[in-house]
C-alpha cells in the first residue's frame, strides 16, 4: 500500500499560522456545548458542526441507527487515484464528575493564561476543530488529492459502545486504507496498546427490612457482599508483569458500584463494574478467569443467596504495529522536519497521559500474532486533572498530525480513550504531513 502525497502543496507552516485562531474559536464553540455521553442530546454540537462544515461549502450527511444521531461524515473525493483515509475525532465527551473540582465551568470554552478549560478540550474537540480545518484544506486541492479523504466526528464513544464509528463503517463500502485520530501529545506516534475487557458483576443478597434485621443464616446483605468483591478485586489492581511486547502491565479497576432501593431495605442485589486493560499475557480469558474464580471465592466466603453472576461487555486485545508498517513507518521521520523535539514510536502510557486505538478487524486473532491493526499520533503535549484545559503559548508553530492506522476490514472497532489536557503552541493547525512509502 502506498499512501498519497499531494503534490506542489502550499507551505502547511503558513497554513497553520491562518488558520489557528479559528481553530480556537470552533474549539471552545464545542466545549461550550455539553455533550456527555449518554446523558446530554447530541443533535447541539451535531448541528453546530454540519453549520461550519456548510459554511466552508462542505456537505455533510448524519450517520443514524434506530433514528439516534451517531455522527458525522463528509467526504472530500480527490480527482486522482488513490486510497480512502478518514480523520475520526469523537465529539462526545465523559462526564462532568463532581463539578466542584473544576477550576471552572466544565462548558465555559475559557481561555485564561494561555489554557483553554472545559470537558471535552482535550477529548476530542480540539481535534475535531483541528480535523475540520484540515478538510476544508484538503477540499480546496481536490485536483491534486489521489483518493478520498472522509472526516468522521463521531458520538457514543465515550459510553462504551463506538456506536459512531460502527455505524459509518457499516455504510462504507469498499476498503478503507486507515482512520487517522489526533491525540494530546507531541512528542510520540503511538503504534500499540493494551486492550480492554468491561464486565459487570451481579453479587445477590435477600431482601428484607432493617428494623428485623437478619434473623436467617441466608439474609445476605448484597451491598456488603458486594463490598468484600470490591476489596478482593482492588488486590489485584495488576494482576500481571509488565509485557515485554508493549512495555506495559495489565491492569484491573473497579469503575462503578450501584445497588439499594432505600434506607429501610436489605439490598437483595449490587452490581459492580470493572474494566480490564489487556495485554498479550494476560488476555480476555485471562481477566474473565480472574474475576470469575475472585467471585466464586466471595461466594463461598458468604454463602446464601444465588452465585454471583458476570456480564461480560465490549472486548478488544492488545495490539503492536508491526516495526516496518506502511501506516506508521513514514510517519515518525516526516515530522522531525516541523515539530519541536524528536518524532519516535512508542507505546501508550497510563491514560493521562496517552491513547490507544483499535482497528476495524473482522476476526480477533491471537495477541501473540500482532496483526497491523493501528496507531495514533499527537495533536500536543498533554497535562491531567479535572479541569480539563487546552495550553496557547508563544513556542514555534508545531505542525499537528495524526498516524494513519490500518483497517484490515471494516466489521467492527474499539477504542479506548482518556481525556487529558493539551498544550496548544501559537500557530497551530491540523494539516496532512505528505507520506508515502518507499
Not at 138 to 164: I, K, N, S, W
Not at 273 to 278: H, K
Not at 280 to 306: H, I, K
Not at 345 to 360: F, W
Request: charged letters at 20%.
Amino acid at each position: 500500500m502506498t499512501l498519497p502525497t499531494l503534490q506542489d502543496q502550499p507551505n502547511p507552516l503558513e497554513q497553520a499560522r491562518s488558520d489557528h485562531e479559528s481553530v480556537v474559536r470552533l474549539a471552545r464553540r464545542l466545549v461550550r456545548i455539553p455533550s456527555r455521553a449518554g446523558i446530554d442530546p447530541y443533535e447541539p454540537i451535531l448541528n453546530e458542526l454540519e453549520g461550519w462544515l456548510r459554511r466552508h461549502r462542505l456537505e455533510s450527511r448524519l450517520l443514524v441507527d434506530d433514528a439516534r444521531p451517531l455522527g458525522l461524515a463528509c467526504d472530500v473525493v480527490g480527482d486522482q487515484p488513490g486510497p480512502h483515509l478518514v480523520l475520526d475525532a469523537c465529539v462526545d465527551t465523559a462526564p462532568f464528575g463532581d463539578e466542584t473540582a473544576w477550576t471552572r465551568s466544565p462548558t465555559s470554552g475559557a481561555v485564561a493564561e494561555g489554557w483553554l478549560h472545559g470537558r471535552g478540550s482535550a477529548d476530542c474537540k480540539t481535534a475535531a476543530a483541528i480535523f475540520c480545518h484540515l478538510i476544508t484544506r484538503l477540499a480546496g486541492q481536490r485536483r491534486q488529492l489521489p483518493g478520498t479523504v472522509t472526516l468522521l466526528l463521531d458520538v457514543d464513544e465515550h459510553t462504551g459502545g463506538f456506536g459512531g464509528i460502527k455505524r459509518y463503517l457499516a455504510e462504507t463500502a469498499g476498503p478503507i486504507a486507515g482512520v487517522m485520530i489526533g491525540y494530546p501529545g507531541l512528542d510520540h506516534v503511538i503504534v500499540g496498546g493494551r486492550g480492554f475487557w468491561r464486565a459487570d458483576i451481579i453479587v445477590h443478597g435477600k431482601s428484607g427490612h432493617t428494623g428485623r434485621g437478619r434473623d436467617r443464616p441466608d439474609q445476605v446483605n448484597a451491598a456488603e457482599k458486594a463490598a468484600q468483591l470490591v476489596a478482593a478485586l482492588g488486590q489485584h489492581q495488576k494482576p500481571g508483569p509488565v509485557d515485554q511486547i508493549i512495555g506495559l502491565p495489565p491492569r484491573l479497576t473497579v469503575t462503578a458500584i450501584h445497588g439499594g432501593m432505600g434506607y429501610s431495605i436489605i439490598p437483595d442485589r449490587c452490581e459492580v463494574s470493572v474494566d480490564a486493560r489487556l495485554t498479550s499475557t494476560f488476555d480476555r480469558a485471562a481477566a474473565e478467569e480472574l474475576v470469575g474464580q475472585l467471585a466464586n471465592d466471595v461466594d463461598r466466603q458468604v454463602p446464601g443467596g444465588r452465585p454471583s453472576e458476570i456480564r461480560a461487555h465490549e472486548s478488544w486485545p492488545a495490539y503492536r504495529l508491526p516495526d516496518d508498517a506502511p501506516i506508521a513507518r513514514p510517519c515518525c521521520p516526516q515530522p522531525r522536519r516541523i515539530l519541536i523535539g524528536r518524532q519516535r514510536q512508542r507505546l501508550p502510557g497510563p491514560p493521562t497521559s496517552a491513547t490507544t486505538c483499535r482497528a476495524a478487524v473482522s476476526q480477533q486473532p491471537p495477541a501473540s500474532e500482532w496483526p497491523t491493526k493501528g496507531c495514533t499520533a499527537p495533536t500536543s503535549g498533554s497535562r491531567s486533572g479535572p479541569s480539563r484545559r487546552y495550553r496557547r503559548s508563544t513556542r514555534k508553530p508545531h505542525w499537528h498530525c495524526s498516524t494513519a492506522r490500518l483497517a484490515a476490514d471494516r466489521q467492527g472497532i474499539g477504542s479506548s480513550k482518556s481525556a487529558g489536557s493539551v498544550l496548544l503552541r501559537a500557530g497551530t493547525v491540523g494539516f496532512p504531513m505528505p507520506c508515502r512509502i518507499s
